[in-house]
């Protein structure tokens, strides 16, 4: 089993910006890529972003250039740098372990993102 602690979240006014970070522990060994999700109040889970074990990274078209992933493989954490907020960001984002094009079986258990004047 893997444990994922998400970090970071709040309230910013637009155009600011927040850094999320994600802690794993736990049987991290079978972790291979992880990603960021998040879901909009009425909406579906969506991809953000993932990193995968070797550093390659994949990124929803409406954040690219505004958000940046991150692992740091000695902390066992990936880090979320969102940048240029929008009110459209308002989501609670979610960490996922496992799964780089599609979501792995672990999940963190969210951390709310408002992006409001």
């Known amino acids: 089993q893997v444990q994922l602690v998400e970090s970071g979240g709040g309230l910013v006014q637009p155009g600011g910006s927040l850094r999320l970070s994600c802690a794993a522990s736990g049987s991290i060994f079978s972790i291979n890529a992880m990603a960021w999700y998040r879901q909009a109040p009425g909406k579906g889970r969506e991809l953000v972003a993932a990193i995968s074990s070797s550093g390659s990274t994949n990124y929803a078209d409406s954040v690219k250039g505004r958000f940046t992933i991150s692992r740091d493989n000695a902390k066992n954490t990936v880090y979320l740098q969102m940048n240029s907020l929008k009110p459209e960001d308002t989501a609670v984002y979610y960490c996922?372990?496992?799964?780089?094009?599609?979501?792995?079986?672990?999940w963190g258990q969210g951390t709310q993102v408002t992006v409001s004047s």
């Open positions: 996922n372990a496992g799964g780089y094009y599609g979501p792995g079986p672990y």
